[in-house]
């Protein structure tokens, strides 16, 4: 405004401005300090003063916000701007401006110039692209960035791809989970949509984008419906005719290598990726656990898991026949070569004419064979540190099924053939025999 007087009607009379309005501290009766915005002077050149309140923070706030409407000839906003004080809404936005120095206004200006960022301007398809390498280089599990490069990416991105990030509307969520998603079971559409309001957050975190912004944020996840026909884990335990069949192939056939991973997933809990990353050391047969360190578990989560007795003994001629090497298949010769075995043993089932047994090896079967024999036997808060979960109701959504404990106790006694029991640690070997019509 310049040095030169200037005269305003306000607050009921004319004040004569100052160049800039000053904070003056005061004691109420109660003992409490009270802020007042210093503006000027009255025709009888008496101190006008207007209250800020009891926040020193708030206060100084409200003041360089009169200050800087005043400085830009805006009067009538700067005499709105005392009603600051008893704008919640507003209160609030101060609050978070506190510490940073920045008026409401300049913070409003801010927004409305930078709230589409230039980084905002990607599309869908080039910030896949970004995402799955930040995903990479934080170390996530193969498993992990699979899941997002090869399915959820990908559909998203044949739907979106050319979208910018900034112009994907929650209709366009809505639309692509039940339109172009449709026919996906409601428990497959939840998945989507928590693994896409993560891709969006990411992206928000990494500065390509306003979390505000996320389309997938506020969309609900659906429940699945009772009568749907869902995937269920009972198809995924292996009978114990099927545990049988499996386990004495690998025996029969010196396929020591897989065995020792079946082992230590069948019956110790341990992840297949997990198991890859394991040696010798960690496989304590004179103390029967497994010294999982935080190099090889899943989140670096350390666990120490007790070997069963029929595992040590696997363990032991494995590491025997291996000579002590731990040389394991890679995942993809693991698959290619757990896809040669599961289609030898149902050749031979059929050629056998055999009356057990679906041999059904689902995915994940080893590991959720593993949580419903245990639960059934040692209950859910072993079982549930075994496999390395800090809740229990994960077993019941994603791996327990329902078998008895005699069968459990099988299980967990059950040896290969060729390989004998220590005697001095173990029971008795139970044999399952095959029976033909």
């Given at each position: 405004?310049?040095?030169?007087?200037?005269?305003?009607q306000?607050?009921?009379?004319?004040?004569?401005?100052?160049d800039?309005?000053?904070?003056i501290q005061?004691?109420?009766?109660?003992?409490?300090?009270?802020?007042?915005?210093?503006?000027?002077?009255?025709?009888?050149?008496?101190?006008?003063?207007?209250?800020?309140?009891?926040?020193?923070?708030?206060?100084?706030?409200?003041?360089?916000?009169?200050?800087?409407?005043m400085?830009?000839g805006?009067?009538?906003d700067?005499?709105?701007?005392?009603?600051?004080?008893?704008?919640?809404?507003?209160?609030?936005?101060?609050?978070k401006?506190?510490?940073?120095?920045?008026?409401?206004?300049?913070?409003?200006?801010?927004f409305?110039?930078?709230?589409?960022?230039s980084a905002?301007?990607l599309?869908?398809?080039?910030?896949s692209?970004?995402?799955?390498?930040?995903?990479?280089r934080?170390?996530?599990?193969?498993?992990?960035?699979?899941?997002y490069?090869?399915?959820?990416?990908?559909?998203?991105?044949?739907?979106?791809g050319?979208?910018?990030?900034?112009?994907?509307?929650?209709?366009?969520?809505?639309?692509?989970?039940y339109?172009?998603?449709?026919?996906?079971?409601?428990?497959?559409?939840?998945?989507?949509?928590?693994?896409?309001?993560?891709?969006?957050n990411?992206?928000?975190?990494?500065?390509?984008?306003?979390?505000?912004?996320?389309p997938?944020e506020?969309?609900?996840?659906?429940q699945?419906?009772r009568?749907?026909?869902?995937?269920?884990?009972?198809?995924?335990?292996?009978?114990l005719?099927?545990v049988?069949?499996?386990l004495?192939?690998?025996?029969?056939?010196?396929?020591?290598?897989?065995?020792?991973i079946?082992?230590?997933?069948?019956?110790?809990?341990?992840?297949?990726?997990e198991?890859?990353?394991?040696?010798?050391r960690?496989?304590?047969?004179?103390?029967?656990?497994?010294d999982?360190?935080?190099?090889?578990?899943?989140?670096?989560?350390?666990?120490?898991i007790?070997?069963?007795?029929?595992a040590?003994?696997?363990?032991?001629?494995c590491?025997e026949?291996?000579?002590?090497?731990w040389?394991?298949?890679?995942?993809?010769?693991?698959?290619?070569?757990?896809?040669?075995?599961?289609?030898?043993?149902?050749?031979?089932?059929?050629?056998?004419?055999?009356?057990?047994?679906p041999?059904?090896?689902?995915?994940?079967?080893?590991?959720?064979s593993?949580?419903?024999?245990?639960?059934?036997?040692?209950?859910?808060?072993?079982?549930?540190?075994a496999?390395?979960?800090?809740?229990?109701?994960?077993?019941?959504?994603?791996?327990?099924?329902?078998?008895?404990?005699?069968?459990?106790?099988?299980?967990?006694?059950?040896?290969?053939?060729?390989?004998?029991?220590?005697?001095?640690?173990?029971?008795?070997?139970?044999?399952?025999?095959?029976?033909?019509?």
């Open positions: 405004m310049g040095k030169t007087d200037f005269f305003i306000m607050f009921g009379g004319v004040v004569r401005l100052r800039a309005a000053s904070i005061q004691k109420n009766r109660n003992g409490k300090t009270g802020y007042y915005a210093f503006i000027g002077y009255d025709g009888a050149g008496r101190a006008v003063r207007r209250s800020l309140g009891l926040d020193k923070e708030k206060a100084y706030a409200l003041l360089a916000e009169i200050n800087q409407r400085a830009q805006k009067i009538k700067a005499v709105n701007a005392f009603q600051v004080a008893t704008d919640y809404e507003i209160k609030a936005c101060l609050k401006l506190e510490g940073h120095g920045a008026t409401l206004t300049q913070a409003v200006d801010f409305l110039e930078h709230h589409r960022p905002g301007h599309t869908v398809d080039e910030a692209k970004i995402f799955v390498e930040h995903l990479k934080l170390g996530r599990a193969d498993a992990y960035v699979n899941a490069e090869k399915v959820y990416l990908p559909h998203l991105c044949s739907a979106l050319k979208t910018r990030l900034v112009d994907v509307t929650q209709d366009d969520a809505e639309s692509f989970i339109k172009t998603k449709a026919t996906l079971s409601s428990n497959t559409k939840a998945e989507y949509i928590g693994k896409l309001r993560t891709f969006f990411t992206l928000a975190e990494l500065n390509y984008y306003q979390k505000e912004l996320n997938f506020k969309l609900k996840k659906p699945a419906s009568d749907e026909t869902e995937y269920t884990e009972r198809d995924r335990c292996l009978p005719e099927d049988a069949v499996f004495d192939y690998l025996s029969k056939n010196e396929l020591w290598d897989i065995l020792v079946h082992a230590a997933v069948m019956f110790c809990g341990v992840r297949m990726e198991v890859q990353r394991l040696s010798w960690e496989i304590l047969l004179d103390q029967a656990k497994i999982l360190t935080r190099k090889a578990a899943k989140k670096r989560h350390r666990r120490v007790e070997i069963p007795q029929n040590l003994a696997m363990f032991t001629v590491k026949k291996m000579e002590d090497e040389n394991l298949r890679t995942k993809n010769a693991l698959k290619q070569k757990m896809q040669r075995i599961k289609a030898a043993l149902r050749e031979e089932k059929e050629k056998a004419k055999s009356a057990f047994g041999l059904d090896f689902h995915t994940n079967f080893a590991r959720v593993f949580a419903s024999y245990s639960y059934a036997l040692h209950g859910a808060e072993r079982t549930a540190n496999m390395g979960h800090s809740r229990i109701d994960i077993l019941h959504t994603n791996y327990k099924e329902v078998v008895t404990k005699d069968d459990a106790q099988i299980y967990f006694q059950f040896l290969p053939l060729g390989i004998q029991p220590i005697k001095r640690q173990m029971e008795p070997q139970v044999v399952i025999k095959t029976v033909t019509p």
